[in-house]
């Protein structure tokens, strides 16, 4: 069957959020979109599990913060539900008993913790690169920094806890810098200690990729499923985009995927070989999410036991009950090293390990969950890990902040080019914004400044 | 036109040298093969411009050394003459004024070579994950060691330009027990600090691209160029390889491209998630190799300049004239972050840059070459850049050596599967040779342990 001819005013390659935010913002401003999706779905990063009973299940992204305006904004605008994260039976950082620790130890963290606050209020978040001292924090993994700074053997354990929680990458992986600057752009260190709080206390009741099927009904024929973009064409005078099934023609285009599959669309003329570079070398983290519902929530009554984190596969477990508690559930995460490790084994025996931790900390009743599921991240094709790209050493103080900028009449949005909230929900609606606010602005358009 | 059916014992994805061999030695073996190459040409990153009186200059792997036995031997039985590299001219360490150094720069220098040295004999080339301090040394960029390491601002300049010279990357890009490791490989530290030494001395009259054109010529029509691979289809009794014009169907395979190009073949079941996580992180060097042909050898007749290298785009040059002379030639290498930016840039400004850095090395004779071509591998579509893959800090401990492991009836050959030489010819050779005799094994061949 012949590729069908389209022209059009923008062409979207990407409907995960930040694409279709892109979407919307241009057609109210009376641009037209065409939008490319590789994948048979909408969401990217966010994808909902939803049962036979209609109850929502977050594989991908779960949680928001009230300071998040951008997507609370959305939700609400949507006429999306919420509800608060059930806290009780956490376990991870906030659960370990620091207040146990002898007080040389405490001391340690303490200072260890204000040190990083430090640097992390230094960060110039627009350019990085621009921090003080960047360029000696840019050579330097996490984990060279943690050996350089924290003595105590234990705390160097609940650190790499925290980081595989937080970034699902080992710490001797990723650059210094990219993990100061990462913490200042989703609002500071103490959201990253206190995993109670900021970013994580809200939910959606009918799930996060509501959002992406609401926003995607409104586009109604402008957007193609299974349709991965193979080739974009560029010039002075517009862009043309092969895809499965389609070639389209515009005048601008937005490549709203992540950096890491950017190398799959041949681009022609080749993009600066130092943007390829750049997108080249951001990796995406590694990430198994795993679901275990059960017939009524025994965590909430119970002390956890105390584990030695190296004896358990995840680095922290949660409540991920049902919004109406009909579905008791818990929810842990295998992320870095051992999510590489168990992708490769079979399902049975995850299952089976992941159960027998859950046991450990919170009792034989863990054992026999009424329903098992998990998501491994890095089996999607165009997508490859979550949460999020990471910057290897060298990388920020290199380029990074370009990777927003646009080339010619292609512009780049993902939250992998956000300012803010890099990473999240929120980061990705910004550039998403961002990029149709180019595009309009390139096309003459009225913009209406209320970003 | 629909895909032509072959069937046959072992199929060799690329037609590099390490590709090449392997064939050989299968059909040596009495197993039949075939050969699929992306490219239109073989040869990888040996590359030959023949001018039109036929004389050969070597855009890409361009020298030999007495110990490299393999190579050598291949050579020779090959029938191919060789001529020494001309010493005279040379730009780089070995030419900068060391003993013009005051006493204390000159003793630190020989005191961190000397750590450096010893690190380098402490590897275990084998498995360099138990070499001691394996995973203090790989959490480090090479920079933040030399940080450690060093003081003299001068001296880290001068371990810069080596490292740049050596890798075509930034010291901050990669790892520190990966420099100790490939050091060790290709024969010990002294070969990297005496550019004049061992593995630089030697030159094929023809051009090295010639080895490969020589291979090729046996193999007849078991070889197809233009045919990249796609997909590899593998059981546990046998492969399929579906290719641009071709379906080959063997009992084994042989992966002969560079781990970073692996991620272009979609394999089917997918490889496990650590090898590709691991081939995936493995980064290209980037490099633009640069000839300018003169009337005259003129720089073998006067005093080099001492430029300041921070004023110069490449980190060294030498002399690259042809074996008879008739075409006196310099070749300079732009390498590593230098290289991305002068890729983005028009051939003419390139051209120029060059030149006028060579006039300050060797004066103004060297503006007005009469002719001048050069070679960015960056812009090679299946290998993208030189001379060999490089790892970044963490990856040396987690995996590496697992490279060269065969996964079921898919075999792994390309330089950097190699034991000895990583990154040269000489290992490409290796890797080829042991990855045709495990499917010689497999296949329950009788094998000559000549190796």
Redesign the interface.
């Known amino acids: 069957m012949p590729s069908q001819e389209i022209t059009t005013d923008a062409v979207i390659i990407g409907a995960g959020i930040s694409g279709l935010i892109a979407a919307h913002k241009l057609l109210e401003a009376g641009v037209e979109v065409v939008v490319l999706e590789a994948a048979p779905r909408v969401g990217g990063r966010l994808l909902t599990k939803v049962l036979s009973d209609g109850t929502a299940f977050d594989l991908g992204g779960q949680w928001l913060g009230p300071e998040m305006w951008r997507v609370t904004n959305l939700v609400r605008d949507l006429g999306l539900a919420t509800f608060a994260q059930n806290e009780t039976g956490r376990m991870d950082l906030s659960a370990q008993p620091l207040s146990s620790m002898d007080q040389l130890t405490q001391a340690e963290w303490a200072w260890y913790t204000a040190k990083i606050s430090w640097l992390v209020d230094q960060v110039n978040v627009e350019r990085p690169a621009e921090t003080p001292n960047a360029?000696?924090l840019?050579?330097?993994?996490v984990?060279?920094w943690k050996?350089q700074n924290l003595e105590s053997e234990y705390l160097r354990h609940l650190f790499d806890q925290l980081i595989r929680t937080e970034y699902t990458i080992?710490?001797?992986?990723f650059s210094m810098l990219f993990l100061l600057y990462s913490v200042r752009s989703a609002g500071g260190f103490e959201d990253l200690i206190d995993l109670d709080g900021g970013n994580h206390t809200m939910r959606l009741t009918e799930g996060m990729q509501t959002i992406c099927t609401k926003l995607a009904e409104k586009l109604g024929d402008r957007l193609h499923l299974d349709s991965q973009a193979y080739e974009l064409e560029h010039s002075e005078t517009g862009v043309r985009v092969i895809s499965e099934g389609f070639n389209v023609n515009a005048k601008h285009a937005i490549v709203a995927i992540p950096p890491n599959q950017a190398q799959r669309i041949d681009f022609d003329p080749?993009l600066?070989?130092?943007r390829m570079?750049l997108m080249?070398?951001l990796?995406m983290g590694?990430v198994i999410k795993c679901f275990a519902i059960y017939d009524r929530p025994f965590w909430r009554t119970q002390t956890l036991k105390a584990v030695d984190p190296d004896n358990l596969i995840f680095d922290h477990a949660m409540d991920a009950s049902s919004f109406d508690d009909k579905h008791p559930a818990l929810v842990a995460f295998i992320g870095g090293?051992d999510a590489?490790?168990w992708?490769?084994r079979p399902a049975g025996t995850r299952r089976r390990a992941v159960l027998e931790n859950l046991a450990m900390i919170y009792g034989d009743e863990a054992l026999y969950p009424r329903d098992y599921f998990d998501h491994d991240w890095?089996?999607e094709p165009f997508i490859g890990g979550g949460y999020q790209c990471y910057a290897?050493?060298?990388v920020m103080?290199?380029g990074f902040e370009e990777l927003r900028e646009p080339i010619g009449r292609i512009h780049f949005a993902g939250t992998e080019t956000a300012v803010w909230y890099y990473g999240y929900v929120e980061g990705a609606i910004e550039a998403g914004e961002r990029s149709a606010l180019e595009v309009q602005k390139a096309l003459g358009k009225e913009v209406k400044e209320e970003i």
Chains 1, 2 share one sequence.
């Not at 840019?138 to 993994?141: E, F, H, L, N």
Request: charged share 45%; no cysteine; net charge negative.
């Open positions: 360029s000696e840019d050579v330097m993994s984990e060279e050996r080992e710490p001797k992986d080749v600066p070989r130092r570079k080249q070398r990796e590694s090293d590489v490790f992708s490769d890095m089996t290897p050493p060298g103080t290199n």
